[in-house]
T-cell receptor, first 113, second 121 residues
Framework: QKEVEQNSGPLSVPEGAIASLNCTYS??????FFWYRQYSGKSPELIMS????GDKEDGRFTAQLNKASQYVSLLIRDSQPSDSATYLC?????????????FGGGTRVLVKP | GAVVSQHPSWVICKSGTSVKIECRSL??????MFWYRQFPKQSLMLMAT???????TYEQGVEKDKFLINHASLTLSTLTVTSAHPEDSSFYIC????WGQGAGLAGTEQYFGPGTRLTVT
């Protein structure tokens, strides 16, 4: 079982709609959760971090964390063509050798005009 | 805030030569810096973690004698690919860690540099 799992997509969304991305993780001791956006050929950009259960909103993005169910999600409201990218879920996994940021494989999002 | 630069953005070198890549956190002091490699259509692979003034911690399977990391200050880390070969051609990305507000013990947020595309001929 992978430590962090995401549906690879592509997730096709009409412009103006809500894109919903999900991520599950296997280590119950995980404490910190992040969403990164990566455009093709570019490096990842941190768009959201969330540390406690519930929702966190930042502009058109809302992250939701449910530690009991071990999932974290990202909603993108009013999706724009510029939101077309790969979205990486990342989790800090607590390990004896030190904490490590572990990435999921990413979900590719395509926003169609 | 949280800007990370990387230099060079791309480099082409001949097989057997060495290449140095610099990573700088421009507007914050990084507790830790990280080096990743990403092959086309694949996810990021962590190569090593470095703290200022101490030896880097390499991930399993990464040759420490081939990928030399120096973390000279809280704002600068360098990765040197020694005796590069075509199979080392990849997208190398650094990130700098900064403590996230309200994050607790495991709350280092990583901010990525723009990456360096290395091609070894």
């Amino acid at each position: 079982q992978k430590e962090v799992e995401q549906n690879s997509g592509p997730l096709s969304v009409p412009e103006g709609a809500i894109a919903s991305l999900n991520c599950t993780y296997s280590d119950r001791g995980s404490q910190s959760f992040f969403w990164y956006r990566q455009y093709s050929g570019k490096s990842p950009e941190l768009i959201m971090s969330i540390y406690s259960n519930g929702d966190k909103e930042d502009g058109r993005f809302t992250a939701q964390l449910n530690k009991a169910s071990q999932y974290v999600s990202l909603l993108i409201r009013d999706s724009q063509p510029s939101d077309s990218a790969t979205y990486l879920c990342a989790v800090i996994v607590i390990k004896a050798a030190g904490n490590k940021l572990t990435f999921g494989g990413g979900t590719r999002v395509l926003v169609k005009p | 805030g949280a800007v990370v630069s990387q230099h060079p953005s791309w480099v082409i070198c001949k097989s057997g030569t060495s290449v140095k890549i610099e990573c700088r956190s421009l507007d914050f002091q990084a507790t830790t810096m990280f080096w990743y490699r990403q092959f086309p259509k694949q996810s990021l692979m962590l190569m090593a973690t470095s703290n200022e003034g101490s030896k880097a911690t390499y991930e399993q399977g990464v040759e420490k004698d081939k990928f030399l990391i120096n973390h000279a200050s809280l704002t600068l880390s360098t990765l040197t690919v020694t005796s590069a070969h075509p199979e080392d051609s990849s997208f190398y990305i650094c990130s700098a860690g900064r403590w996230g507000q309200g994050a607790g013990l495991a709350g280092t947020e990583q901010y990525f540099g723009p990456g360096t595309r290395l091609t070894v001929t």
